[in-house]
């Protein structure tokens, strides 16, 4: 069963910032396979998604819409902020994930509630230090799952069939719980920091 790290909202279970360090790179492919069938076989019409299942599952954390502006080191940047935190899935592959489906499977097989996007209000507290010489933010990051997918899909035209598409990596989906450790802060020099993928939330470049 697949277990995420949990990590508190609070300055003091964010790391020091780590500059020029990059994310961690994984590949990721996306295939199709098809399989025909009689003609007039086809129930329930083409592009009709007939399974989506989970493959993989592995720790990630999404940027979400809070974050603080720049400020020049040396100094800490302190916030208390009420405001509408929000995040949503990232798919990499092409065809479009039927949620509902991919979602059970991903709760049966690895024990991660993931939702296509989240949305909660609250009062934001953050402190990070920034060092000298250095200009950042404070990002807020939400924890939830890379997954792989595969999907079965009706087809049409002269022979009916199904379709089978696979993506092994890069589709992002947030955990469905707005609990307090489920929310990280991260000081970032990045205008558009990216999503940190297999790993505890940490401070990044």
Same mark, same amino acid.
């Given at each position: ?5 949990? @990590?508190?909202?609070?300055? !003091? ?16 492919? +996306? ?12 129930? #329930?019409? !083409?592009?009709? %998604? ?6 993989? !599952? ?5 940027? *979400?819409? =809070?974050? +603080?502006?720049? %400020? ?17 899935? #990232? ?14 499977? !991903? ?6 509630? =993931? ?12 402190? @990070? ?8 933010? =404070? ?7 890379? @997954?792989? @997918? ?8 002269? %022979? ?28 970032? *020099? +990045? ?10 939330? *940490?401070?990044?470049?």
């Amino acid at each position: 069963m697949h277990k995420a790290a949990k @990590i508190a909202s609070t300055a !003091a279970s964010c790391a020091a910032l780590v500059l020029g360090t990059a994310l961690p790179a994984f590949a990721q492919t +996306s295939s199709r396979a098809q399989a025909a069938r009689p003609l007039g076989a086809c129930g #329930t019409g !083409a592009g009709t %998604v007939l399974s989506a299942t989970a493959t993989s !599952a592995a720790t990630a954390w999404l940027p *979400t819409s =809070v974050s +603080s502006s720049f %400020v020049a080191g040396p100094g800490t940047i302190t916030r208390t902020v009420s405001a509408d935190s929000t995040v949503g899935a #990232t798919v990499s592959a092409s065809f479009e994930v039927d949620e509902s489906l991919l979602f059970a499977s !991903a709760k049966e097989t690895y024990g991660v509630a =993931v939702s296509g996007s989240l949305s909660h209000s609250a009062s934001w507290s953050y402190s @990070i230090n920034i060092p000298s010489s250095v200009t950042a933010k =404070v990002q807020q990051y939400h924890e939830g799952d890379e @997954i792989g @997918i595969k999907q079965t899909y009706e087809t049409g035209g002269t %022979v009916c069939g199904t379709a089978t598409e696979t993506s092994s990596s890069g589709n992002y989906f947030p955990w469905s719980s707005s609990a307090d450790d489920t929310y990280c802060y991260a000081g970032t *020099t +990045s205008q558009k920091p990216g999503i940190q993928v297999r790993s505890t939330c *940490t401070n990044t470049d």
